[in-house]
């Protein structure tokens, strides 16, 4: 095998891992619609966290009632700040970055964890407009 050959596959197996990282499920994640995303959190009505991850920016096109904005940029950081007894549901506008944060937290020991599928783009739900305090 020549060079450039040997620099295509092992550029094949970057790009592989990279979308199979991207796209794979979580362990444990519960991947919910709009409508079990909000019959979940009625039954955890006292009890849950909800963690919009998107960032404060983005919070301009609303946000679901009760969430805590902690973006995934933060995540990492501001892991204390969750309680790990309590189920934590995450959202993002599309799903992608809250599947993401289901790893984060995943690796640092929560294990009830469901985010919702599609997003905002997928919530039917109420929303909350930002005013200057944000979510």
Known sequence: ??????FNIVALGFIV???YSRFAGVK?????????FQEAMAVDKDKHVLI???EPGELKQGYIPGAVNMP??????RLAE???????YLYCRSGMRSKQAARILR???????SHLKGG?????????QQSSGGA
Do not use: H, Y
């Open 52 to 54: 919009d991850v998107r």
């Open 107 to 113: 690796r640092n020991g929560f294990s009830e964890l």
């Open 120 to 128: 905002m783009m997928a919530w039917k739900g109420s929303v909350t």
């Open 28 to 36: 444990g994640l519960r991947n919910l619609s709009s409508e079990q």
């Open 72 to 77: 995934l940029s933060t995540m990492n950081r």
């Open 17 to 19: 891992f990279f979308f």
């Open 1 to 6: 095998m020549d060079s450039t050959m040997i």
């Open 82 to 88: 969750i309680p790990k007894d309590r189920p934590v």
